[in-house]
């Protein structure tokens, strides 16, 4: 069936949610492979998953999802993948070596680098994710500043291989490793013709940054997204900020998606909705904290404080149990599983019908 023809068998209403507004860019709608981690799906389980829910994307975000990096396999999952119209984005992990987050007992950096851009090539990604590190390399012996030039050595040292392979290097803002600013010093320093930003808006909150103020530096640089929702509230020590499914939160969507519609048209909103743990007290009211952030943006830092003082604790109902180092009874596993899941798919309703996102499903 026309896409005119069913969208005239529709209700007015129907037809209201359906067709985007005429002045709006269409955005993609899909998901990072994290989402649904405790699934232990691979790659193809999340095509099936993501062409069920009719989504534009996916972000096949680590290596591990794939089950072979043969090249007849990977070709498989590209032509499943263009089956069904979704457009693949590629990842891998922390591939900073002075990092603690970076596993010691692997290829060197650059080779990761360069396994997780091939990977990416050869099923049709366009741009590659991967992350330097995390909060425990902002105040550990070797300074933050030293970690991001680390980082720039290794991109530097695969560019010309990275342009050949036509894929882009997306460096996420990581739970906490450093901010917008931060991160832009890296792509412009290694080189914005094959590095730039993959923007996630819950990590800001562990830097103290409004997601806001992310968008704004890093817009240029964007390339793929993790878009995920927090209860960002104050506290005795400062505030406390916990990850909510999209629209549980007090991270205003509607003007962040506007905003992203006028300076990332190019891009994706891949949701990575990461439910189950408990809230995470950012004591900023404590002179420790600032030994991390020396060169923070008063003027950015009041932003933050103004979202804040904007939400309140998350009262919803969630399982509170994907904690690390935690013993989950199977009870609690499968509760996770399902938890990810209707979170995840609840996301997705609110993208659709509350911010006129994704193209497939109207269709």
Known sequence: MRRRTFLGTLPAAAVAIAAPEPQEVPVRLGFDSYSLRAFGWKAGQLLDYAALQKLDTIQISSLNDYESREPAYLQKIKDQAAKANIVIDGGTGCICPSSKAFAKNGPPAAERVLEGL????????????????????????????????????????VRSQALDLGVKIALENHDGDMQAREVKTIIEESGQDFV???LD??????????????????????????MRDSAVFEHARGAAAQWVALGDGNVDFVKFVAQFRKLCPQSS?????????????????????????PKASAAEFARFVALAKSGHPYMGPMVVEDVTGLKKPPVMVE????????????????ARKSLNVGINWRV
């Open 118 to 157: 091939r990977v990416s090539k050869a099923v049709g990604a366009r741009s590659m994710r991967c992350y330097m590190g995390s909060s425990a390399d902002r105040t550990g012996d070797v300074p933050i500043e030293a970690h991001m030039e680390n980082t720039i050595k290794v991109f530097q040292s």
């Open 196 to 198: 730039g930003s993959c």
């Open 201 to 226: 808006t819950g990590n800001p909150m562990w830097v103290v940054e409004d997601p806001m103020v992310s968008l704004e530096v890093l817009a240029p640089y964007v390339v793929t997204t993790h």
């Open 269 to 293: 909103m891949q949701l990575e909705i990461i439910t189950g743990r408990p809230p995470r007290v950012i004591p900023y009211l404590e002179r420790d904290f600032w030994k991390a952030f």
């Open 335 to 350: 509760a996770l599983k399902e938890q990810q899941r209707i979170d995840l798919e609840r996301s997705f309703e609110y």
